[in-house]
């Protein structure tokens, strides 16, 4: 369901009323709608499945607390994904755990590896090297390739300006270019 589907489903709207009078059961419906994003979201920005469970439960623990300062202008996912967004960044501000990419395992060039451990191989790296990338260029990049955000609604879900979306997308490109160069001229050998 793309986002602005989302922005005039009724029965999300009245789920959401319900929630907002207290229904814990509406709230839960809104839960098994979203949870599954949200979690894919969050282990996007943090590369655990563990902390992604966690971060996706804290988030909807914000949302509850919220709900009541949620507006309909921008779609319910869309607030969802700020709280999981802004929970993950703080979360791992307070880790300012950094992975150095250089010291992270590769699969040993010059043996024959099945395709599918190649493409798993591959996707690792991939998700390595995002986790790399500064938080704030990380959320960027995961919510416009791996959410298929428009740029308006990454502004939106993050509450920064377009511009900024865009220069922290460049951003993140290039750096991810920068960092698989190697192992992709090494996949053309």
Sequence with gaps: ?????????????????????????????????????????VYRMCGDAETAQDMAQETFVRAWKHLPNYRPRSAFISWLYRIATNATLDMLRRERETLDVDELPL?????????????????????????????ASRSVLILREYEALSYREIAETLGIPTGTVMSRLSYARVRLSQILEPYLKEAIL
């Design 1 to 41: 369901m793309n986002l602005k589907a989302a922005k005039l489903d009724a029965s999300e709207l009245a789920l959401i009323d319900r929630a907002r009078e207290g229904d814990r059961h509406a709230f839960g419906e809104l839960v098994l709608r979203y949870r599954k994003r949200v979690v894919n979201l």
């Design 107 to 135: 699969a040993a060039a010059g043996k024959s590896v099945e395709a599918s451990m190649e493409a798993k191989d591959r996707a690792e790296l991939v998700q390595q090297a995002v986790l790399s990338l500064p938080p």
